[in-house]
């Protein structure tokens, strides 16, 4: 458990700890945002186009030595990171960052599953859920401290002792369950996937940026479709193929994916826009903000533990139905937030929030895990991370758009933007925002409803 957790806190933390240090590197590095945010995107384009090969190819060789190589690489990346010259070296380096931490979030539920008990599954993937949280915590208050202390640089040399530390921790300590039989790793599948999610991701970025009418938008988004369907049909096709399709006939994967999938879309979605609420409509101080922001990951971490052992003795769909439905509350609750709110209305409204998804995530984890066979843990494992990161990208470009759209639709025209339209223009749009969070938590219930209802029905049998 602490070395996946190591793992785990290293890939999460640095994905927070980078966005309060964006400013300082675009003054240090002689550079603009638009260049200096692909520091951010290249980190997550990265991993989330990469953790199904991943997976699989853990599946094929061994956990373990996957998972090393991660720390290993992740390491060396920080320490390139930390010596970059350039804005262009570095975002460079972050890719090589990104290939190591893909490894690390890609197999820790497998290692986790092979390493515990059925009755104990959810009880581990709790923890993970609290380590995650953790790290999101962690990460924009501890990159605070070193910018006010010392240079950005020490933003990536902090990694390095705790990576050296989680190798030899793994090596040490982590069992080495070797695969058996001979297994060829599916080229064509995993470059076809790896390419369909790529140009996904570009096309939202770009139309986040751009608009989502653009030719550009269009062309990431055809090319997504065309490679989606090839890659379907090469696994179909494939003796040994990246993702067995086999695997989608327990129903359970395909729904707990799906509905872990919306959660993320709403939540990334959402919890984004929030510090613009917190910071031009009720003009709290950045501490502040920074205090009332971590809300939902310290609820996350209160509640998934406790969801997670709960799940082992009573069954994962009744818990994940309840999280859903708290964190619809939750949506709908945010939905009310206006110009008049007081701290503890908002803490009140986002506490649901983080209770629900906690409630929701750890026993969800599990179920998904417990459909995978032992030779099949890896790429599961990688699909779920999958599912989240894809889900949280898609959030904030969707989610995103609605906000400002809707934003700029109540204020008219003449605005300059979202960000600088009338406070109450701003605040009805994030009411739409929710609102659409909400809508698809309700999709979601709705799958997990039937699901659980086929469940019933089948048990009875």
């Known amino acids: 458990m602490a070395a996946v957790g190591t793992g785990v806190f290293l890939a999460t933390v640095d994905g927070s700890i980078i966005n309060v240090s964006l400013p300082t590197l675009v003054k240090e590095l ?43 690489i992740f390491t060396l990346g920080s320490a390139l990171c930390g010596l970059s010259p350039s804005v262009n070296w570095l975002i460079g380096f972050r890719v090589l960052q990104a290939i190591g931490a893909a490894m690390t979030m890609a197999l820790g539920a497998a290692i986790l599953t092979e390493a515990f008990p059925p009755a104990e599954r959810g009880k581990a993937m709790g923890m993970i859920g609290a380590i995650v949280s953790m790290g999101i915590v962690a990460g924009p208050a501890l990159g605070g401290v070193i910018l006010s202390l010392l240079s950005w640089h020490w933003i990536f040399f902090v990694n390095l002792p705790v990576g050296i530390i989680g190798t030899i921790m793994v090596k040490r300590n982590l069992p080495d369950f070797k695969p058996g039989g001979s297994q060829r790793f599916d080229i064509p599948g995993a470059l076809t996937l790896f390419s369909s999610i790529l140009c996904l991701l570009l096309g939202l970025t770009i139309g986040q940026q751009q608009g989502f009418f653009q030719p550009l938008t269009g062309l990431f988004t055809g090319l997504w479709l065309i490679l989606m369907v090839l890659f379907v049909f ?61 809300i939902v990951p310290v609820m996350l971490g209160i509640t998934s533990p406790l969801a997670g052992v709960l799940s082992d003795h009573a069954g994962s769909r009744r818990i994940t139905m309840t999280g859903l439905i708290l964190l619809l509350f939750g949506f709908l609750a945010a939905a009310t937030l206006d110009q008049h709110t007081t701290v503890w209305g908002y803490a009140l409204r986002i506490f649901m929030i983080g209770a629900g998804l906690g409630i929701f995530m750890s026993p969800n984890n599990s179920a998904i895990m417990g459909t995978a066979p032992r030779h099949q843990l890896g790429i599961v494992s990688s699909m779920m991370a999958q599912s989240r990161t894809l889900g949280q990208t898609v959030g904030v470009a969707v989610i995103g758009a609605v906000w400002a759209g809707r934003t700029l639709y109540y204020a008219g025209t003449g605005t300059g933007g979202a960000t600088l339209a009338p406070a109450g223009a701003q605040i009805a749009g994030l009411h739409d925002a929710f609102f659409s969070a909400a809508a698809l938590t309700v999709i979601a219930l709705l799958l997990s409803i039937r699901a659980y209802i086929r469940e019933t029905r089948q048990g009875g049998k």
């Not at 290249?42 to 853990?58: C, E, P």
């Not at 510090?275 to 922001?293: R, T």
Request: aromatic residues 10%.
């Open 30 to 72: 002689h550079t603009e945002f638009a260049v200096v945010q692909w520091v951010v995107l290249a980190y997550l384009l990265t991993i989330t186009s990469t953790m199904a090969g991943i997976g699989r190819l853990a599946d094929m060789t061994g956990k373990k030595t996957i998972y090393m190589a991660g720390f290993i």
């Open 234 to 294: 090469i696994e179909n096709r494939t003796a040994q193929p990246m993702i067995d399709p086999k695997l989608f006939r327990n129903p359970v994967l395909g729904v707990n994916l799906t509905t872990g999938f919306i959660c993320f879309v709403g939540l990334g979605g959402t919890i984004i826009l929030l510090p613009f609420y917190l910071e031009n409509i009720l003009h709290f101080p950045s501490m502040k903000v920074g205090l009332l922001m971590g």
